[in-house]
């Protein structure tokens, strides 16, 4: 285990995945200060309840270590940080704030490729909840890369479906690579029966 500072959040961040900042609570300003002298990086995490400003927040286990990749001074007490998500951690226990959240963590090790399982079916209900995204008008059209899909590993897959946050923390502390695909297709699955339902209540609104 390790001593990590931690910096939760509202939403989900899997490794491999970029994350930027922007900082302006006093003791995260205090943090990131500390990091980009010292060690660069610091871990992240799902709130479970209360928000991510003013702290009094309960946060889920399963969070990603994160490196610092830049940072630029916005003006008085502002800081922009961008960092990319290295790999998955466990916060074993919670240490008291100082004056930013600390935890002890596990670093998880996962043997993500780009050829993981289910990976064709996993496309292409990615590539159809995309089409009916941009077809309900709710993402632009250049949102749909399809051909850059072809080139994801599960991680990124992960971080690229339209799901809910809770649903992708369960995606974050799946134990396998074999667990988090058949999980990841079950729930896009779902998400693009959802989402042809309300297409077609649309459609007949028109």
Known sequence: MMKLAMFPLGSVLFPGSILPLRIFESRYLQLFAELIQKDSTFGTCLIEKGHE??????????????????????????????????????????LPDNPYPVAQIEELEDSENRD???????????????????????????????????EVDLFTACALAPLGQLDKYKLLSAESAKERSSLLLAQI??????????????????
């Open 53 to 94: 400003v003013g702290g009094q927040d309960s946060r889920f286990s399963y969070g990603t270590l994160c490196k610092i990749t830049g940072s630029k001074e916005l003006g008085e007490n502002q800081l922009a940080v961008e960092s990319l998500g290295v790999k998955r951690i466990m916060v074993k226990k919670w």
């Open 116 to 150: 993981f399982q289910l990976k064709r079916e996993i496309i292409e209900e990615l590539e159809r909840c995309y089409v009916l995204l941009v077809q309900m008008g709710a993402i632009p059209a250049e949102s749909l890369n399809i051909q850059a899909l072809e």
């Open 189 to 206: 699955i779902s998400e693009r029966e959802t989402l042809a339902a309300m297409s077609r209540l649309q459609q007949e609104e028109i």
